[in-house]
């Protein structure tokens, strides 16, 4: 779904694009994992479904035989492509937040060979390994969901505020207000449900953890007391000099 979102940004046009990536990946994609588990149902009973370990080859061992081994490799590269995906986009906007000032300025930065954001895909990349340490799957899940859906539903938020406090701005894509209106509330039902029926510390670290993200942009970022920028600056100049970046307008054409 990233991959498509990326995709109609990428391609010229993205006010056309985008809307017919989303009309076009939301289906059907919803639509393959409904017939998934339709297909799961089929060969499965609830209580068999429940108690594998992997239903997904649980299934191609039933169905496809010899050829089982197909599953787990479909899955890899599912997996594969799905990361692929948020490479791309998480990276850019971690770039695009650099570049507003949002974030430390050397996560604007460009790689002067290949020219992409190379900074902020390696600050992706390490919040992901921060992610994976508990190693946990359960832990990851609890971790991921509670996260994103914070931020979706914060950023959906900031759509419908400023649908109405910033009446003057262009909008080249524009949604009729209910999609918003629907899409908080069910992030608000996602981040509270979970909290309120099985209580975790893994949610209490994941509101640590984006809390010293705070920390870190008013002090750096923010205020930018002199002595971050003591800090800051000679960091800088050896991440350009290591990784070979510069601001994107000193890029090579």
């Not at 239903?55 to 197909?70: C, E, K, M, N, Q």
């Not at 937040?97 to 430390?104: C, D, V």
């Not at 954001?117 to 390696?122: L, V, W």
């Not at 918003?180 to 909290?195: G, M, Q, W």
Request: proline letters at 8%; hydrophobic letters at 55%.
């Amino acid at each position: 779904m990233d991959g498509l979102v990326w995709l109609s940004l990428w391609v010229p046009a993205p006010p056309r694009n985008l809307p017919l990536a989303i009309i076009i990946g939301i289906p059907l994609v919803t639509g393959c994992y409904i017939l998934m588990n339709v297909s799961y149902f089929t060969v499965m009973t609830a209580t068999e479904l429940l108690q594998s370990q992997a239903v997904a080859v649980t299934f191609g061992d039933r169905v496809l035989y010899p050829a089982s081994w197909i599953v787990p490799l479909f899955v890899a590269f599912s997996t594969i492509g799905a990361a692929n995906g948020s490479c791309f986009t998480a990276g850019r906007l971690v770039f695009v937040a650099g570049r507003e000032g949002h974030m430390l300025k050397v996560l604007s930065y460009i790689s002067v060979k290949r020219l992409t954001p190379a900074p902020a895909i390696m600050f992706h990349s390490m919040i992901a390994i921060i992610y994976i340490i508990p190693g946990d799957i359960n832990s990851l899940v609890n971790y991921f969901s509670f996260a994103a859906w914070l931020f979706y539903g914060l950023t959906i938020t900031g759509l419908i505020v400023m649908r109405f406090t910033r009446k003057e701005l262009k909008r080249p894509i524009k949604v009729p207000i209910f999609i918003p209106i629907l899409v908080t509330l069910l992030s608000v039902f996602l981040v509270l449900a979970p909290i309120i029926s099985a209580p975790a510390w893994e949610y209490l670290y994941c509101v640590l953890f984006m809390l010293s993200g705070l920390v870190f942009y008013f002090l750096f970022v923010h205020y930018k007391f002199g002595w971050a920028q003591k800090i800051s600056k000679p960091l800088t100049m050896h991440l350009q000099m290591l990784m070979e970046v510069v601001p994107p307008e000193e890029a090579p054409e």
